[in-house]
């Protein structure tokens, strides 16, 4: 009895810790003891940007739970005011919402929530730019009425120690909040992005150099980063001047390019990079990539391709009228 009871406890020791490292954390059981802050994450730029297909400003063809499925973990977005004035919730917006109108965020952080609620082991990022300088409050309620609020993670201030993946998942506080302008203390979820993080130059033109050099903030060294590696051509329509997203060259951008800027960046700053932001990242091999920084084989299906390349070519009349409004804000798409 004594032998087969001792036997008993010794193989549920050893079934609970098998189930113990089975546990995958964004994927991966290898992540899980890794802190936050030392996992890269693939990162879509301008994420919702996807919709209307084809529009002049698309950055992405996949959808927000497309690009969820296929394992992006980190997303920038654009915040605007309502073109009807209400503040009871935010436009995701490009340039401006006469360039490029995905709709509300509560039909975002609706599919996000959706997500999270199905997938418990995954961490995710949201990076703002707070585009028309709107309050944490509008930002909270929001994110309230979407019923994310038990979701959402504060780091504290002043502090560079971050919880493993496995203890964000444990926690349930799972969902990080960036913010590059209008954060205060009233909000504290909604960090301050360059308190913590900082950014390699985002303005690429198609054919130039990729750098790997401190832009936002000027020279501040933090202790995440974003790689912005994604390109745009100028155009002239009109007399009006615009910078335009390059789906043609993401295959190549997100490819070698990437590898290459990765690779450079390593060698200047020491450490892998935090967010790997791209754009029309179904080309390319930005999952694979992100995988190999995270030192671990990537065993994902690869990124969704879409049906169709339809709506992608757009006439002269609407890349004139787009642009036209953009100039005449004096702003470029980006």
Known sequence: MRTSFLAAIS???SSSMVLA????CNGYAALCE???SE???ATTHNAYAYTPPGALAANQVNDIPTQLKDGVRAFMLDAYKLPSGATNDIELCHTSCSVLDAGPLSRVLGQVKTFMDANPNEVLTILWENSEN???AQYQTVYTAAGLADYLYTQPAGSTTWPTLATMISTKKRL?????SGADASVPWLMNEYDFVFETPYAIQKGAEYPCTVDRPKDQRKQLYVLNHFISASINVGGQTGDLPQPGAAAQTNGPDLVSHINNCQRVFSQNPTFVA???????SLLQLVAQLNGVTYTGKGATQPKSAGGKVQSSSLIAGALAVAGGMGLLVL
């Open 134 to 136: 709107l309050t944490p």
């Open 278 to 284: 791209v754009d029309f990242y179904q080309q390319g």
């Open 21 to 24: 490292q089975t546990q995958l």
């Open 34 to 36: 890794k802190p936050y």
């Open 176 to 180: 990080v909040n960036f913010i590059d």
């Open 11 to 13: 193989l549920l020791a």
């Open 39 to 41: 996992v890269s994450y």
